[in-house]
């Protein structure tokens, strides 16, 4: 079946710009969750969903990160006004209620 | 507050070698313990899951071992390949719970060479 699955795949834009990242999850997946992987850094936790209840947003850097998830299924991750250091490969993943989380191929977010 | 460590941060060996990769978490108290790869420009792919109450898992040529008490697991892989070739990162849920976020290790970059 289809996996997690992200858009844009490349993202170039001008430092001050708003961005927006878009993550499916597998059909039926209750929990979603992005992360964040800068070069030569470890995976960064930034938000998690799941189901109705309101997100976990310990993660998030900065007021100007957010995410929302509608219908309990997309969602999406807006990065205001961007600067440099926002550049990354931003990873979404779903799951059920088993412990496994599937990854999604990644958003490479550049900030010029 | 949780750390997972991994040793070494790159390895380079011949093919048909078998080998171990090493996790360290700082909190014992952990419900499970991920392994994935990640291909250059990929995102994860899940390997082997381990419960807190099992002690190995094992898959084709992998196998996953975890001894919680020590906080450490080990990824055993044998007969190695180059298509091997890819960074490896373990990962335990911060909370300590079964759902939650991944707390990652930096992972370990290995490499086989034909």
């Known amino acids: 079946g289809a996996g997690v699955s992200q858009s844009p795949s490349n993202k170039v834009t001008e430092k001050g710009k708003d961005v927006e990242l878009r993550c499916d999850p597998i059909?039926?997946?209750?929990?979603l969750y992005w992360y964040r992987q800068s070069l030569g850094q470890g995976l960064e936790f930034l938000i998690y969903f799941q189901g109705n209840s309101a997100p976990d947003k310990s993660g998030l850097p900065s007021d100007r990160f957010s995410a929302e998830r509608t219908g309990g299924s997309v969602s999406t991750l807006t990065i205001q006004r961007t600067q440099q250091e926002d550049s990354a490969v931003y990873l979404c993943?779903?799951?059920?209620?088993?412990?496994?989380?599937?990854f999604g191929p990644g958003t490479r977010l550049t900030v010029l | 507050k949780q750390e997972v460590t991994q040793i070494p941060a790159a390895l380079s060996v011949p093919e048909g070698e078998n080998l171990v990769l090493n996790c360290s978490f700082t909190?014992?108290?952990?419900?499970?313990l991920q392994w994935f790869r990640q291909d250059p420009g990929k995102g994860l792919t899940s390997l082997l899951l381990i419960q807190s109450s099992q002690r190995e898992q094992t898959s084709g040529r992998l196998n996953a071992s975890l001894d919680k008490s020590s906080g450490r697991s080990t990824l055993y892989i044998a007969a190695s390949q180059p298509g091997d070739s890819a960074t490896y990162l373990c990962?335990?849920?911060?909370?300590?719970?079964?759902?939650?976020?991944?707390?990652f290790g930096k992972g370990t970059k290995l490499s086989v060479k034909p």
């Open positions: 990962a335990v849920p911060s909370y300590g719970g079964s759902q939650g976020n991944l707390i």
């Open positions: 059909s039926g997946h209750t929990a």
């Open positions: 909190d014992s108290a952990i419900y499970n």
């Open positions: 993943a779903s799951s059920l209620t088993s412990d496994t989380q599937y």
